[in-house]
């Protein structure tokens, strides 16, 4: 990995979210939890290193008869709620909330490196999941601070979005190292999980 080229940052694309009215701050319930943001996946690089997620508040403009003001900067905000962010799969099948304590990261084993160590190491299947339909106690206790710490911009405040920005760094070996005991290169498998993930290699059908 110290003499890879090829290191690629890349950052996951925010997904939007209306904000509403409190809820409790509670533990969430398995039935909460599904991958709407991301769907179920594994990583077909080395490791992926994960930073911590923010997610950030949006305020809509109010609604003014007087010329409009410039537009507000995003607040960052605690998780909308307790079951939003990043969840994986153990080998024995359990579903467990990944959090990130903030000022570190996080590796996760990918597809290469399950090649690699002959599936000693195995890929993290993992998705992240999306939020309630309201914000959680954390969340609009922060905005509520906002809006008293500032109420000539934030007073007349009533709605917005959030989003979820993060940034995974995926690293890969070079193109032509090898990877499998088979003899099979990076480039070689990268290009099977294309294939894979678009369905190229199923036959073509006879024409009728």
């Known amino acids: 990995m110290q003499a890879s080229r090829p290191q690629f940052p890349r950052e996951v694309e925010p997904f939007s979210l209306p904000p509403a009215d409190s809820v409790p701050d509670e533990p969430y319930k398995p039935e909460d939890v599904d991958d709407s943001w991301c769907g179920t996946h594994i990583d077909h690089s080395l490791l992926t290193v994960l930073c911590p997620s923010m997610y950030l508040f949006h305020p809509s403009s109010p609604n003014s008869d007087s010329s409009p003001a410039a537009p ?32 570190c ?25 999306s939020t309630a339909s309201t914000l959680g106690r954390r969340a609009l206790a922060a905005i509520e601070a906002q809006k008293a710490a500032n109420p000539e911009r934030w007073g007349a405040v009533q709605s917005g979005t959030v989003s979820r920005e993060t940034l995974a760094v995926f690293l890969q070996p070079n193109h032509d190292e090898v990877v499998a005991e088979s003899g099979e290169t990076f480039g070689q498998f990268t ?18």
Request: proline share 9%; net charge positive; aromatic share 6%.
């Open 72 to 103: 507000l900067d995003p607040l960052v905000i605690p998780a909308p709620a307790r079951s939003t962010g990043l969840f994986i799969k153990t080998r024995g099948g359990q579903i467990v909330q990944a959090t990130i304590p903030e000022d």
């Open 105 to 129: 990261v996080a590796l996760q084993t990918g597809e290469t490196l399950e090649l690699l160590t002959s599936r000693r190491l195995a890929a993290t299947p993992h998705f992240v999941n």
């Open 191 to 208: 290009e099977r999980v294309y294939k894979r993930h678009y369905a190229l290699d199923q036959p073509e059908k006879a024409a009728p």
